[in-house]
């Protein structure tokens, strides 16, 4: 019986170790490619990270540089390109710029609604409620061209409120967060009310502080997915370096696949995509829930 | 109750923002889709049906629908069954579920776009190591199993394998060839969707009471398999719609690996409709036709969600 189950146990294993290998493929490949010189990119030799030998880049010199600049080890001279070539702190910068106001405009919006909704009766308050879970079933990005027509006709066309408008307005976080509020005792309000406050006053000072685990689970879902959200920028951002959120840095980075070298590319792409990929191995537990927040009912 | 207004300043925002960002643009594209309007226009004349006429006349819109179907049939059921498959493991282990578990949720995670190109390179037919990995395998073990030489229909000589080791290593350049890019697109939306669906699944398995399991045993449904079909399988109902309509509207959704990888060929074989708007409106300018997609587009997913909602529902709730 021992032995039986130590051999299912082993055949279970190779098979999530095939899929885990098949799954982990293209991280290899990228953070390989990010370390290794050209040679060995194009040969496919060097393993995971190359032989790392000192060596002068010809690109580099061919773009202006000294040829003391340009030689060194071939990770450092990947990473190092990477930056001079494009503006990566720009992007990244961008990045954190649409995505946190985005979630604070969602959160401002949506947290005295969903209140509003759960605790407050007033004329109406069914068909309001009624109308956020009709908003539900619209996807976003699907009404993303009357959306762009609109934008376009404002002339906001290449601006960040381009990039953040469409989405200040979160029906997920209004449900969210009434579903969330309901379970708040009516108590807490009342003695609230008697010490004085004002309706505003229990919404930041009363409610806000009890509902900071669903929040930073909505903050989590809200971030991720504007963070890596490349269909709307590629939309409402046409040229402007400027304005490029990192998934369009990346878009840029890639260029032509057989003109530029691989290495400095992927470095890029690696420094793009790293952020949030450390931040969800450290709070693993957190960002699984906050992803799969449209899994609760 | 409170005599104050507060509600109404609660509200209100929230309601605008609704009317202004969701609800007027559903309006708008039904308007525009059946006008002759091109963005910068400055009027426009009403054309009826037209534009949705040209959609299911011309080639190109046929083969958007095809596109999108074969990719939402192929990738729903496959990531959905292996999230389960997966969870189902997952569940049994011992030992190291939990990396596992963050394996196969990093795709997930992990920026799509930036995966799309790893993908590119890893699947590249001279700079990638799957190619290099099938083509020093030829006349092997790798030969033998991908190639299904264990099949009995399947001739050792003229298996797809076999040939492209006689034809000096001709494997496939997987995401420009007609015949294996929407399979690749496929493979890389199941790549990323299925750690999704293994961990929704992973909390479904964990609300089911052991003591299903003991009565099942105890009405003589001993193997894995009986139980499964027995206990599992009913009581995860409400996950698997759920799980199948999210994966449903997601999948609908494809568009970052279809713009960075195959632009919708080639011969338009992958041309699925998210980047179908967004090719004939924004690139193309082509507005009243990027429409009359739309509409079609919110229709379809209007119609799945209402079909999850009121009919399956009420079939698989315990």
Not at chain 1, 116 to 138: D, H, N, T
Request: hydrophobic share 50%; glycine share 6%; aromatic share 14%.
């Amino acid at each position: 019986m021992e032995a039986k189950q130590y051999i299912g146990e082993g055949w279970k294993h190779a098979i999530l170790i095939i899929g885990a290998i098949v799954v982990m493929l293209p991280f290899y490949m990228m953070v390989s490619m990010s370390l290794k010189s050209q040679q060995e990119i194009q040969s496919i030799s060097g393993g995971l990270i190359g032989a790392q030998e000192t060596q002068t880049f010809p690109v580099c010199v061919k773009t202006g540089y000294s040829e003391e600049t340009c030689t060194m080890k071939p990770y450092q001279y990947n990473y190092w390109f990477a930056f001079e070539k494009a503006p990566i702190p720009r992007y990244l910068m961008n990045g954190v710029i649409v995505t946190l106001s985005i979630f604070i405009i969602q959160v401002l919006v949506a947290l005295p609604c969903a209140y509003a909704l759960a605790k407050l009766r007033f004329y109406g308050r069914e068909f309001v409620f009624s109308m956020v879970l009709f908003c539900l079933l619209i996807p976003v990005h699907g009404i993303a061209l009357p959306l762009y027509v609109m934008l376009a006709q404002a002339g906001l066309v290449d601006t960040y409120s381009a990039l953040i408008l469409p989405w200040t307005i979160s029906v997920f976080g209004i449900f969210l967060m009434r579903q969330f509020f309901m379970t708040v005792p009516d108590e807490l309000i009342d003695a609230a009310r008697m010490d004085g406050m004002g309706e505003y006053a229990i919404v930041w000072k009363v409610m806000l502080p009890t509902a900071i685990p669903a929040l930073l689970a909505f903050a989590i879902f809200s971030v991720v997915a504007h963070w890596n959200d490349y269909f709307w920028p590629r939309m409402v951002i046409t040229g402007n370096r400027d304005l490029f959120t990192p998934p369009l840095g990346i878009r840029e980075f890639r260029g032509g696949i057989d003109s530029d070298e691989f290495g400095p590319m992927m470095a890029s792409i690696v420094t793009v995509t790293v952020p949030l990929i450390v931040a969800f191995i450290i709070a693993q537990k957190r960002f699984i829930e906050g992803i799969t927040l449209t899994g609760m009912k | 109750m409170h005599n104050s207004k507060a509600h109404i300043w609660f509200i209100a925002p929230a309601i605008i923002l609704m009317i202004i960002i969701l609800i007027f643009p559903l309006f708008l594209a039904g308007g525009i889709s059946f006008t002759d309007y091109n963005l910068g226009n400055k009027t426009f004349e009403w054309v009826g049906l037209e534009n949705y006429d040209k959609m299911f006349n011309r080639k190109t819109y046929v083969k958007m629908i095809w596109a999108t179907a074969t990719y939402v049939i192929v990738v729903v059921p496959i990531s959905v069954v292996l999230g389960l498959c997966a969870a189902m493991l997952l569940n049994s282990l011992r030992f190291g579920a939990d990396i596992y578990k963050t394996i196969f949720f990093l795709p997930v995670m992990a920026t799509l776009l930036a995966m799309a190109i790893a993908w590119e390179f890893t699947l590249h037919p001279t700079l990638g190591i799957v190619n290099s990995f099938l083509a020093n395998g030829c006349g092997g073990v790798r030969e033998f199993i991908l190639g299904f030489h264990l099949l009995p229909w399947v001739d050792s000589q003229e298996s797809w394998y076999a040939v492209a080791c006689a034809n000096n290593m001709d494997f496939p350049y997987w995401l420009k060839q007609k015949n294996t890019a929407i399979w690749t697109v496929c493979f890389i939306g199941i790549w990323q969707a299925f750690g999704f669906n293994m961990v929704l699944y992973l909390a479904g398995l964990t609300s089911i009471p052991r003591e299903l399991y003991q009565a099942a045993e105890m009405d003589g449904a001993k193997s894995t398999w009986e139980q499964f079909k027995l206990v599992t399988w009913p009581m995860l109902g409400p996950t698997t719609l759920f799980v199948v309509t999210i994966t449903t509207i997601r999948t609908f959704q494809v568009f970052d690996t279809i713009e960075i990888l195959t632009k919708g060929g080639p011969s338009k074989t992958t041309y699925v409709m998210m980047y179908a708007i967004f090719e004939k409106a924004i690139q193309q300018n082509l507005t009243s036709i990027g429409a009359a997609i739309t509409v079609v587009f919110i229709g379809f997913i209007l119609v799945l969600t209402f079909f999850q909602r009121y009919v399956i529902e009420k079939r698989v709730h315990y």
